[in-house]
Each structure stands twice: as C-alpha cells, then as structure tokens.
C-alpha cells in the first residue's frame, strides 16, 4: 500500500475516534482516506452485563463456507490464475460447509486447550470481554485490530424512518441504499448513513434484521438476527479479519464475520446466521420501485456528516485493501467489485467490468436457474468525499428464473429488461413493470457487491464468470 494512502486511512481513524468519543463533537474536518471498522478490546464496557448462557452444541466445527454474498467490477490480471467462462462453470460442486444454520442444530465446537496460549500473542486485548475464548473455529492470528475501540463505531438499536418525500429532500438519486423487503415491507438504509454506524439492529416485517455494511470489503449483508429462541443485538467489535468487520452479539459476546455470518468466537461458534436478500441499489432505483417504502433517518442520536464518505479514494482500483495479511486471489485486481453468491455450494463471482459489458448473464445452473442483472446508475460510496459526486459502479440483481411454473429469458431493454416470452418489462430490483407479468416479482438470489480480495479470501474455490 501506497505511503500516502497508509496516511490518509491513519487520518481517517483519528477522525472516526474523536466522533466516537464524543457524539456531540462536531463531525470530521477534511479528507480521509480510511474507514470507520473495528479495533481493540480497549473501548467502553459491554452494553451486555448478563450474557445468556452458551448454547448447546451437537455437530461438527465450521469452516469457513461463505453464505454472503458480493458486487464487482472485474478484469483478470496477466499472471493470475485463469477465470473460468460461461461453459466451464460449475453446475453444482458443493464446497465442505459444516456450519449450522441459526435456525438448525448447534454444531459441536470443542473447547481449544492451548487458547490462552494463542491468546498471548494475539494482535487483539481481551480485558473487556466475557467472551469464552475457548471455543473457536478460526486461528487468532488472523485478527486485528482496525484502530477504534468496541462499539466505537456506534451501531443502530433504535433505528428511526422518514418517508420518501423527507428523505428526497437530502438524498440524491444516484447515492447508493441498500434496499429490504420483507413480508411485503420495503425500507432502504443509505450508505450515507450505514457507513458511519456499519450496524443497524431493526425489524422488518416482522423479522429481527440486522443490515450491516464493512466499507473496507464494500460488503452490506442483511441476516435474520434470530438464533434458536434468541434474538441478538449485534455491534462493531472492533476487530477485522481479512479486512472485514468481526461483529459482536450483546447476549453472549459471541463474534461473527460480517461477510459470511459465521459465529467465529465464543458460545455461538460454528453457528450460521440466515441471510436475508439484500440489494445495493441507487435511491432513485429504490423509490420508484417501492414508493409506499420508508428510509433509514439521518436521526440517529449522533453528530456525523452523512452523505459524506470518509474513506475518500480507498476504492480506487490501483489500492490494496486495508489491514489484509491474506495471499491474494491474482485472477482479479483486490479492489475489483464482484457481484458474489453461492448457488448449490458453489461460490460464484461475476465481476463488474464483465456484468457492465453484458448487462444480463443467464448462469448455467441445473436448479435454480439463475439471471445476474446489470443496471447503471449506482454512485461508489467509497469514491469521492461527496458520495453523491462519486463515480458510476452500477448496481446488481440477482434471481431465479422460474416464475409460476414457467422459465423467463431475459435482455436488455432500454434502462430496464425484458423477458423473452411474455415481453414483459423488468426493473434491477427483479419487479414486472409493465407487460402480462406487470406486479410479479421475481424470487431473489442472496448475493453481495463486495470487493474481490474479500469474497476471494473467505470463498477461495469461488468460480469467475469471464464472459460471454
């Protein structure tokens, strides 16, 4: 990494403490170059004085088996392993994922006897912690601290909502949300928010949702925050690994990874939380689609700059990612957006640049069938210190293809899409538009926008689409 980009992401982390520390300090003055991510156990006591005791266990360790998910902009370089094209990817070869779903039987995580010895030389502090470090299912040397304390980026408990027309008022059409809709309940959470708090602890339609976005990976996922009979309340706590945010659940200070959703540390090791389908989108995209819908508010309880970006330039395609040990994956440069899945255990990667180039792309998948879709018209929210002056990456859908028994083609139409059999419009967010299907929608994908180098060093059998 470049010396002044090492500058601007210490400058950006100074920025992000001083917030931190005081919320009714003004916000940061001047360019950063960095993120507001993890950090040391050396913050604030836990907010959780009682945590629930651990959960039964009962199966097997989990690996690292990503359920998330990503967005991209791709070209292969030189010396790197080759892509695959449309004809040689896989139809279904599972990787080994022996993590439980929240929702199944706790795995059996074993008690690890030499802990405290990997503990002593570990790049992170335990004081704060009633965590049982005994259980976990990753190495500690693989963590680090990423510069601010526990919960120092505040996470969101008691999100509140404005409307549509409030928020038009500040939020322009090209600034990226990350949009949910639940049991027929829409809401989009801006990035201009959702980057100075990376969690937002809410309920949609009924469901306890946990919406999350790592600057550092690019990486928003959506999980059900129900384990079993619990309900978590999930923070920062402090700590990346691969770059990516480590979450904290308040019951039983359990960590997870953000990326995949995978309990790591402590009671809950070895846990999968369920994704929720997530969509990073533009605002304009998000309103037209959903205009009864209602949007994250800048009234948060704190004194932060939303809608601008402090990690200004971290995802310029010449950067290397921030606090990443990893070996990276050569077949695309780190910074490159994907959007990123798994289908049948497989994980896939599509990468921007190619996805720009074809707009559609009809994965050649035995069940489901699948169509990764293209729009134009999403700003970075990691570009430009004005997010809404940032440059065009474009924003992805993802969906079966199926819908009511019949099987849908679909191409390029103009701004939208169109299916081949009943012509049918279509908008990225996979709704009908207008045509015999106007009102359906299509069933989405779980998929991610995230950085290669990311989605390459927690899916390292992942397949590269290469293109047409």
């Known amino acids: 990494m470049k010396l002044p980009m090492l500058a601007g992401l210490a400058l950006a982390?100074?920025?992000?403490?001083?917030?931190?520390?005081?919320?009714?300090?003004?916000?940061?003055?001047?360019?950063?170059?960095?993120?507001?991510?993890?950090?040391?156990a050396?913050?604030?006591?836990?907010?959780?004085?009682?945590?629930?005791?651990?959960?039964?266990?009962?199966?097997?360790p989990a690996t690292s088996s990503p359920a998330a998910t990503a967005q991209a902009t791709a070209a292969a370089t030189a010396s790197a392993t080759p892509a695959v094209s449309a004809t040689s990817l896989p139809t279904t070869t599972p990787t080994d994922a022996t993590a439980a779903s929240a929702s199944g039987p706790?795995?059996?995580?074993?008690?690890?006897?030499?802990?405290?010895?990997?503990?002593?030389?570990?790049?992170?502090?335990t004081s704060v912690w009633e965590t049982d470090f005994s259980l976990h299912t990753v190495p500690y040397d693989e963590f680090l601290s990423g510069g601010v304390g526990r919960d120092g980026i505040p996470p969101l408990d008691e999100p509140t909502f404005d409307s549509i027309e409030d928020t038009d008022r500040w939020l322009e059409d090209v600034q990226p949300v990350v949009a949910l809709e639940i049991n027929g309940q829409a809401r989009a959470y801006p990035l201009a928010i959702l980057t100075w708090h990376e969690i937002a602890n809410?309920?949609?339609?009924?469901?306890?949702?946990?919406?999350t976005f790592c600057p550092l990976c690019n990486s928003a996922v959506a999980f059900d925050r129900r384990v079993g009979d619990a309900v978590l309340d999930f923070g920062v706590s402090g700590n990346l690994r691969n770059s990516d945010l480590v979450m904290w659940d308040r019951q039983t200070e359990s960590w997870w990874q953000q990326l995949t959703g995978e309990g790591i540390v402590g009671a809950y090791s070895?846990?999968?939380?369920?994704?929720?389908?997530?969509?990073?989108?533009?605002?304009g995209d998000f309103k037209a689609a959903f205009p009864e819908g209602d949007v994250l508010s800048r009234d948060t309880g704190?004194?932060?700059?939303?809608?601008?970006?402090?990690?200004?330039?971290?995802?310029?395609?010449?950067?290397?990612?921030?606090?990443?040990?990893?070996?990276?994956?050569?077949?695309?440069?780190?910074?490159?957006?994907?959007?990123?899945?798994?289908?049948?255990?497989?994980?896939?990667?599509?990468?921007?640049?190619?996805?720009?180039?074809?707009?559609?792309?009809?994965?050649?998948?035995?069940?489901?069938?699948?169509?990764?879709?293209?729009?134009?018209?999403?700003?970075?929210?990691?570009?430009?210190?004005n997010i809404a002056s940032s440059r065009d990456v474009g924003a992805t859908g993802v969906f079966e293809t199926e819908l009511d028994g019949q099987s849908?083609?679909?191409?390029?139409?103009?701004?939208?899409?169109?299916?081949?059999?009943?012509?049918?419009?279509?908008?990225?967010?996979?709704?009908?538009t207008s045509g015999p299907l106007a009102g359906k929608s299509l069933t989405p994908v779980v998929h991610g926008n995230h950085f290669w180098f990311a989605w390459a060093a927690f899916a390292p059998d992942v397949f590269v689409y290469q293109g047409q």
């Open 106 to 125: 706790a795995p059996k995580v074993e008690p690890d006897p030499n802990y405290e010895d990997a503990l002593d030389s570990a790049q992170f502090r």
């Open 270 to 283: 070895g846990y999968l939380l369920d994704l929720v389908p997530a969509q990073l989108v533009s605002w």
């Open 202 to 211: 809410d309920t949609l339609g009924g469901v306890p949702v946990s919406v």
């Open 302 to 385: 704190h004194a932060r700059t939303y809608g601008r970006n402090p990690y200004s330039g971290y995802d310029r395609i010449d950067q290397s990612p921030f606090l990443f040990d990893g070996e990276p994956d050569g077949r695309l440069l780190p910074m490159e957006r994907v959007a990123a899945l798994e289908l049948d255990g497989q994980p896939l990667a599509f990468p921007f640049l190619v996805l720009e180039e074809e707009r559609v792309v009809h994965y050649p998948a035995e069940e489901p069938k699948i169509v990764v879709l293209f729009q134009p018209g999403t700003a970075s929210a990691l570009d430009k210190s």
């Open 408 to 432: 849908l083609t679909f191409r390029v139409n103009g701004d939208g899409f169109v299916d081949a059999e009943t012509g049918s419009t279509w908008n990225v967010l996979g709704q009908a």
């Open 13 to 40: 982390l100074i920025v992000l403490t001083l917030a931190a520390c005081g919320d009714d300090d003004s916000t940061p003055a001047g360019e950063a170059t960095s993120q507001p991510s993890a950090a040391t």
């Open 42 to 60: 050396t913050a604030a006591p836990s907010e959780s004085e009682d945590p629930t005791s651990a959960p039964q266990a009962a199966s097997q």
